[in-house]
């Protein structure tokens, strides 16, 4: 189906790179802006029909983000050597920490602070004044070409490449324009003409921890659904029955949910290809032969295979054996906390497809329960909307569930008859959210699993400093800021009491913090209690924000310093039971 835009695009670099012949154009083909893999593609014919590039504007350093201001090296040498000697010894001793090393003892908290401002007003100063002019001239220039498709229009001003949908014809118009400086290749192969898996991963911008070489490996992975029927683009680190038959393949009469729910996890297919492709995938059927009955029986003893035979801590769920509205005390949910909390797990849990309330066990405190969108099959998330049937709203106890949402319509992946199908359904949402929870414990091994919730709901796509909706929940999952939601605390108080911590707050950057912690239980049915911790942050110049619910184990806030300043931070034991007496809870934050 290649052949004919193949055979164009050779026939256009022939005549661009020809030195003789009347036919030849004088003008070489500019091969030094196409990225290494790019040139191999092109010149080997094995492009495909549609196919997706950065393309870069035309800037000596690409490192020009807020980010690298913290860490050691990775300034900029535009900025850098935009510093006097003064501010580059400054920031060196700033840096000093990231190492164990000690700083000068005359240099201040205040004089690092002058030099990082400083540093991130060169950074904002460039980025407005040529960077961001650069990238706009390149969005206007790319809408010569007649096929190409420009996939964000709205790029942040600290970015130097738009990413573009484009066929080989369009790749010399595109490297010879003046504005563009390089064009990387992304493996995505399309856009358009294809459809989800292959679009929704990259829609949650796995991209970003796929780049770094985190694709899942050496972490451990399982499922509680219908079964796994073999594939050829599925491999199992090992299965178990625990139905009435003992049988672990896929119940075919359910449509297959299993095997597309693990595909989504684990297919190593080229184009539909899973999260976490690379990760140790552990299948617990947890149905009867009949297709249609589970018990709270079944689905512990698949349950704890998972985590007390196989050690697994992230695990997915996708069964809503309770079709009622979950206040969060039903049984099945009581053991889901117990489940969290007794082996330290990372729980995905679909939250129906009623359009009203969530379901049985999705109301559960301690796991991250998961809606469904509807990426439009798109990468492009803009034109994105919440999948009308998927359940949401606020539960029997007044709080807000599901905890994020993830891409569940059009799902193409993994189907029992050894080939791809399309799925619907917030089961299909669950197990984007567990693939990218497995990434971020390959990037962050030190992680536990409330780091790794933490960071599923703090890491929006939307960018949103508000308390929970009911649309998009707390959150709409993103691989980029969900990877970057790297400032981490631990720690945990006692009834009435503070805990505090100082952070230094660069002027004008949006920071968002999202706290968690469990219910705590004594046992699958007897609830030990659940604390009331309220978060909230202040700033010497009056700004700051604070959360206080008395319902829900998550609280999240967001401010702009303004200035920049030293704020603090507070979690406090609003209230916190005697029996449980200590409250441990982690903090997440990311900046932009």
């Known amino acids: 189906m290649f052949a004919g835009s193949v055979a164009l695009l050779l026939t256009l670099i022939a005549l661009a790179v020809a030195s003789k012949g009347a036919q030849a154009d004088p003008t070489p083909f500019p091969w030094d802006k196409l990225s290494k893999e790019l040139q191999e593609a092109a010149r080997s014919a094995s492009l495909p029909s549609r196919f997706i590039v950065a393309t870069y504007i035309n800037v000596t350093e690409r490192l020009l983000m807020g980010e690298s201001v913290f860490v050691p090296g990775a300034l900029d040498p535009v900025i850098w050597n935009a510093l006097t000697t003064n501010d580059k010894f400054v920031l060196e001793d700033y840096w000093k920490r990231y190492v164990n090393v000690p700083g000068s003892p005359e240099l201040t908290q205040q004089a690092h602070s002058l030099v990082i401002d400083k540093a991130l007003a060169l950074i904002t100063g460039y980025n407005n004044n040529i960077t961001w002019p650069k990238i706009q001239a390149l969005i206007q220039a790319l809408q010569a070409i007649p096929h190409l498709v420009i996939l964000e229009r709205n790029p942040i001003r600290s970015t130097q490449s738009v990413p573009v949908e484009i066929g080989p014809s369009d790749l010399l118009p595109l490297v010879r324009m003046s504005e563009v400086g390089y064009v990387e290749f992304h493996r995505t192969r399309c856009r358009t003409s294809c459809v989800s898996l292959d679009v929704s991963v990259k829609a949650i911008r796995t991209d970003v921890e796929w780049g770094y070489g985190f694709t899942g490996s050496g972490v451990k992975v399982g499922m509680l659904d219908t079964g796994v029927t073999s594939h050829p683009h599925l491999q199992l680190a090992a299965s178990m029955g625990f139905g009435n038959d003992g049988s672990t393949n896929d119940c075919d009469p359910y449509g297959g949910h299993g095997t597309a729910v693990a595909g989504v996890i684990r297919s ?239 002027a004008f950057y949006t920071f968002t913090f999202t706290l968690v912690w469990n219910r705590e239980m004594i046992s699958e049915t007897q609830v030990d209690g659940l604390s009331n911790l309220d978060l909230s942050i202040t700033c010497p110049n009056g700004n700051g924000d604070s959360s206080a619910s008395t319902v829900n184990n998550v609280e999240r806030i967001s401010l702009v310093s303004g200035v920049g300043q030293y704020c603090t931070l507070k979690v406090y034991g609003a209230s916190v039971p005697t029996s449980i007496g200590t409250q441990s809870f982690r903090v997440v934050a990311y900046d932009v």
């Open 268 to 506: 190593d297919d080229a184009t539909y290809r899973g999260v976490a492709y690379s990760s140790s995938l552990y299948n617990a059927k947890v149905l009867n032969s009949d297709c249609g009955t589970t018990s709270n029986t079944i689905i512990k003893n698949g349950a704890y295979w998972l985590t007390d035979t196989n050690a697994v801590r992230i695990i997915t769920s996708s069964l809503n054996p309770g079709q009622s509205d979950d206040d969060g005390n039903a049984d099945l949910s009581k053991i889901m906390d117990y489940l969290v909390t007794s082996r330290a797990v990372l729980l995905t849990q679909a939250v129906g497809n009623d359009g009203g309330y969530v379901n049985i066990p999705s109301g559960a405190y301690n796991i991250v329960s998961v809606g469904a969108s509807n990426d439009q099959n798109t990468i492009d998330r803009a034109n994105d909307v919440v999948w009308p049937s998927s359940s949401r709203g606020v539960t029997g106890s007044a709080r807000g569930k599901p905890d994020i949402i993830a891409p569940g319509v059009s799902i193409m992946t993994t189907d029992t008859s050894q080939g791809f199908s399309s799925f619907t359904g917030t089961s299909f949402a669950a197990p984007h959210a567990a693939g990218l929870a497995v990434l971020l414990k390959q990037a962050y091994p030190d992680a536990d699993y409330l780091e790794l919730k933490a960071r599923l709901i703090n890491g929006d796509y939307w960018l949103r400093g508000h308390q929970w909706q009911s649309d998009w929940a707390w959150n709409y999952i993103d691989g980029y800021w969900t990877y970057f939601s790297n400032m981490v605390w631990a720690a945990s108080v006692t009834n009435n009491a503070y805990w505090t911590t100082q952070i230094y707050l660069p």
